[in-house]
């Protein structure tokens, strides 16, 4: 596949807003998997205990639980969003 791992925004799958996200690993016996969790890790300065695949292990949409302080604007830098307001 090749390339580089990286966020190219939000995209709408069923009415949900999702992060479209994007790694160089084959889909192949859980290694673009690991290869999200990695990426994902390491963009949002968390632990990969912190970043835990719920749903859709073998599917091209993925549902993951994110534990960890002060993620919304990380998330939101991620996908390339401005800063919420506040007030």
Same mark, same amino acid.
């Given at each position: 596949r090749g390339g =580089? %791992? !990286?966020?190219d925004g939000i995209a /709408?799958? /069923?009415g949900q807003p999702v992060l479209k996200l994007r #790694? *160089?690993?084959p *889909? #192949?016996?859980g290694a673009a998997n690991a290869a999200l969790i990695?990426?994902? %890790?390491? %963009? &949002? %300065? &968390? *632990?990969r205990s912190a970043v835990i +695949? #719920? !749903?859709g292990d073998h599917? =091209? #949409?993925? =549902? +993951?639980? &994110?534990a960890g302080p002060g993620l919304d604007p990380r998330l939101r830098a991620l996908a390339g969003l401005p800063e919420a307001s506040h007030g």
């Amino acid at each position: 596949r090749g390339g =580089r %791992a !990286g966020c190219d925004g939000i995209a /709408d799958q /069923d009415g949900q807003p999702v992060l479209k996200l994007r #790694v *160089p690993a084959p *889909p #192949v016996e859980g290694a673009a998997n690991a290869a999200l969790i990695a990426f994902l %890790a390491k %963009a &949002l %300065a &968390l *632990p990969r205990s912190a970043v835990i +695949l #719920v !749903g859709g292990d073998h599917s =091209r #949409v993925k =549902r +993951l639980h &994110l534990a960890g302080p002060g993620l919304d604007p990380r998330l939101r830098a991620l996908a390339g969003l401005p800063e919420a307001s506040h007030g």
